[in-house]
């Protein structure tokens, strides 16, 4: 699982980059499908569970992806202008930042919520643990690579 996880990491470091439209949709595709995988490795649920499971998974990154482009957005307008931002700037780019992490969290808390009640509390929880690890890998890997203030 570390591997996929690398890989995925590596994939969605790529999309913050992308020099195409056409490129960068191939590259979120093989992002979702790798992250689909892993997904379904940690998880490995019941027939019926995963019959339950993957329509609201499914659902779930429907609602998520827009945040994944805010965020890959927001990241390209920093690269861009890091060197020149004043504090009204950093500003809106730190509350941007904000409200995309709550918003996510809403999202997954409420995702946790009908998963617990349609399949399992266990299955919800292996969910929400499993999106916190990737959320937690890919933003290592794209701060890794980002350029820090300089003031």
């Known amino acids: 699982m570390k591997k996929n996880i690398t890989l995925l990491s590596f994939i969605f470091c790529c999309v913050s980059g992308y ?9 979120r595709n093989a992002f979702k499908s ?12 019941t027939k019926d ?10 659902e779930y990154e429907k ?5 994944a482009l805010r965020r890959i957005r927001l990241i390209e307008s920093y690269v861009d202008n890091y060197e020149k ?12 930042s ?14 946790y919520a009908l998963l617990k009640k349609s399949i ?12 916190d690890v990737i959320n937690v890998v890919v933003r290592m ?11």
């Open 85 to 96: 931002l004043d504090d009204a700037s950093t500003n809106k780019l730190v509350e941007e």
């Open 120 to 131: 399992s509390t266990s299955v919800a929880a292996r969910f929400y643990q499993i999106e």
């Open 63 to 67: 609602e998520r992806s827009p945040f």
């Open 49 to 58: 569970d995963a019959a339950k499971f993957w329509p609201v998974y499914e």
């Open 19 to 27: 020099a195409q439209h056409s490129e960068g949709e191939l590259i």
């Open 98 to 111: 904000a409200a995309i992490q709550k918003n996510e969290l809403m999202l997954r808390e409420k995702y």
């Open 141 to 151: 890997g794209l701060y890794e690579e980002l350029p820090m203030l300089k003031k």
């Open 34 to 45: 790798e992250k689909k995988s892993i997904v379904a490795e940690f998880l490995t649920m």
